[in-house]
Structures are given as structure tokens and as C-alpha cells.
């Protein structure tokens, strides 16, 4: 099917149908989504260098991976975010532009996306406290949305991010209602914003039950399966061991599973755990019924919704900056049960 008989079809003129279809802030909402959704229904695809040509813009979303392997960013939970906002750009014409650089490079890549004009935006990941990416690309004027969010960051900013530290505070409270009062935490690298939040809702939960907070229960690093069963193994040999452990993602919970496990220990009774989710695609949190207890949130879905902001900020469709603080649901598994009588 071609532009004519699309247009035709819909009773509408080619002009109507190819500024809809290329977003123009001047359509009408419910012309374009009839138009999309006939667009979609026909397996109608607008020519890409036409719809460029049309509207000045590259029709190309930038990712900027640094190489580093001790990073937030490079995981599989990353995958499933890509995967996720993919599917946003596909239905509305754009396509990703992924830059891989080295760690102390990954400024100038940017200065080179926006010098170049070879993206129309981009989407920054794993922001740090007070992160410098921020002003920069408010500076160099790129359209830009945060997986997240920079503390102490003045500059204005769209973010999409968890309540990473309601999260932890509600996980670390379930296991305290349960009698534990010792309880570890593997959390992810400290630099981070969303760890510095899950830290800071884990030691407020503990504080105001009148608990200290002890250095030899708390681990910080990249949220790794043999990271979080290192660090267990540590507090399985103190003298005072954890009856429980929150980890930061799924992957370190899986080490934390097999270092206790390994010690002949029962999970949900000898220790409990509980972890942060991602819900990822491949790699679920059982099926039907869940294996560990966790505070969930939808990581392709967040990918989803960072490229939607993205693309109507780009697209003139929003003008002020656009801030979404998704909380997390907090699923009961089998991991996770009353403190053991010492």
C-alpha cells in the first residue's frame, strides 16, 4: 500500500495523513492515532529519508555504552531496556544509533552526536550523583531523556526513574515485621544514583526500628551473580551471621541463593531473601509462582516509556520537562520467611 491509497482509505488528503504519520504537532490527537493505527492494520511504511527530508529531523535515537565492564549500564538488564524502547521507536519511524566508547571518552561522544546532527536525541543511562552528562546536554541543546534520576543536579531535566528508595524501604520493613534484625544488603555500585536511593531506604527502615546499621552487612559493587555470592559467603562466616539479605537485582540474587544453599541452609527458613526485580524477559522470577520475594517493576516497560518521552520531546509534543516516579509492586515468593529462633 502506498501513501494515495492509505490516504484514500482513510478519506483523508495525502498531506493530512504524511504530517500525522511524521508527528507535526498541528494534527489533531485522534487523526493521527486513526492514522497510525490504518497505517499499522495495512503494513503501511513511510519512506524514511522522506519523512527526514520533511521534517529535519535524522529519525535516529542515540545510546552512548561505555566499555567498561564494571558499570551499572553494560548487564543483561540493560539488554531488556534497549529491547523495550526499540519497540517504541520502530512504531513511530526511528531508528537506534548505539555508541560503544571507552569510559573517559563517553563526553566527547556526546559533543560529537550533537556536533554532527546525526541523532535527534538521546537517552541517558546509569546517572550518577551530580552527573556531569546532564548540563552538558542541556548545553549542546540535544534533546535528551534520564533513565533516572542525579541528585544535586540543578540543571532541568525529563527523567523516568523507580522509587528505588520506597522499594527498599518497604522490603527492608517486610522482613523486619517478620523478626529479622539482621539483614544484609548486596547492593549495586554506590557512584549510582539508584543505589545511593536503595541504600538510604534500607537504613532508614533499619534506624527507625532502632537498629544500627552494620559496615559488615552492607556490600556495594557491579550487581553481579558471583559478586553477591562472594559477599554472602563473608557474612555467612561472621560470628553474628544475616538471617536475611536484600539484593539489588536478581542476578546477585542467584549468588546469594548458592552461597547459602551451599552451606546446607534452607532459603526461607535458615535465610531469607528478598530482591529488587527488573522483570525481565528472559530471565523470570519463576513461573506462575514466584521463586524469590522482590520489589518488581518492569524494566522493558520503562524502555518503553523513556523513548515515548523522548520522541514527543523531540517531536514538539511536550515543551516543559517531564518527570515519572514509578513505584514498585512488592511480590511475595518463596524465598523469604519468619526469623529463625537462635
Known sequence: MNLRELSDLLGLSQTTVSRALNGYPEVKEATRLRVTEAARTHNYHPNTRAKSLATGRTMSIGHVIPLSNQHEMVNCVFSDFIAGAGESYARRGYDMRVSVVDDADEIEAYERLASTGKVDGVIVHGP???????????????????????????TPYSWLDVNNRSALHRATNFLLDLGHTRIGLINGIEEMDFAMRRRDGYTTALEARGIKVDPDLTHAFEMTEPFGYAKTRDMLDLSDPPTAVIASSLIPALGVRRAVEERGLTIGKDVSIICFDDALSYLPNGAGSPIFTATRSSVRDAGRRCGEMLMDQIEGRTTEPVHELWEAELVVGQSTGPAPTR
Open 128 to 154: 550518577r550523583l551530580d552527573d556531569e552528562r546532564l548540563p552538558l546536554l542541556h548545553q549542546l541543546g540535544l534533546p535528551f531523556v534520564v533513565h533516572g534520576r542525579s541528585s544535586d543536579c540543578t
